[in-house]
């Protein structure tokens, strides 16, 4: 089944600052590959996806880049802010679909002052 | 539309109840998931279900049942709770079958086994 690695596990910034979460998976027919943020205490939420056909997508200060030959995909924050600070999770489904997203372990995003 | 929803919220058992949690959603979504949260383990898919009558195992099934008898429920069922079953389960669902549809989640049950 799929495998998805996500680093780091804990990532600091200074507010304005950028930073980057890299995830690789090991099921070449994955082809969907959503991000997610969760609060403390909350569900996790969608914050941007991207699907194979594409190789970057931008909502406003988050983009995410995916290079299939290599197996990897990467969440791109800019400008961050207090509210950023969040876990975030990468996840990607298997081949066939059916049977759910494999997420990675998280990382822990702080956003300093 | 309420979206997914999950009841309880927060639930204590002793070793050896059982319980069934409950997920509903109102988005006429075929498919349907459980998933279990765990500290440093990401979400772990439990079962899932891609229509009224059908489920499947996930990756982690053991100790949990389920079953889709409506396209809007799929609940949860603890046959004999162990302390290894804390944990936060997440209920999500999707439109299609197709693994590139966005999949949303409920808002979480806290489960302690003591």
Request: glycine letters at 10%; one cysteine or more; proline letters at 5%.
């Amino acid at each position: 089944g799929e495998n998805v690695e996500q680093h780091p596990s804990t990532l600091s910034v200074q507010e304005g600052d950028s930073a980057v979460i890299k995830c690789t998976y090991s099921d070449s027919a994955s082809n969907y590959f959503p991000w997610y943020k969760q609060e403390l205490g909350k569900r996790p939420q969608l914050i941007i996806d991207i699907r194979s056909n594409v190789g970057e997508k931008k909502d406003q200060r988050i983009a995410v880049t995916l290079n299939k030959t290599a197996k990897h995909f990467s969440l791109h924050i800019t400008e961050t802010q207090p509210e950023d600070s969040a876990v975030y999770f990468c996840a990607a489904n298997s081949g066939g679909g059916a049977d759910g997203l494999t997420f990675g372990k998280g990382t822990h995003l702080i956003i300093q002052p | 539309n309420a979206g997914v929803t999950q009841t309880p919220k927060f639930q204590v058992l002793k070793t050896g109840q059982s319980m069934t949690l409950q997920c509903a959603q109102d988005m006429n979504h075929e498919y349907m998931s459980w998933y279990r949260q765990d500290p440093g383990m990401g979400l772990r898919l439990i079962h899932y279900s891609v229509g009224a009558g059908i489920t499947d195992q996930g990756e982690v099934p053991n100790g949990y049942n389920v079953s889709r008898s409506t396209t809007e429920d799929f609940p949860l069922r603890l046959l004999s709770a162990a302390p290894s079953q804390t944990s936060v389960y997440f209920c999500a669902s999707r439109a299609g079958l197709a693994g590139t549809d966005t999949q949303y989640f409920g808002p979480g049950t806290r489960l302690t086994v003591l």
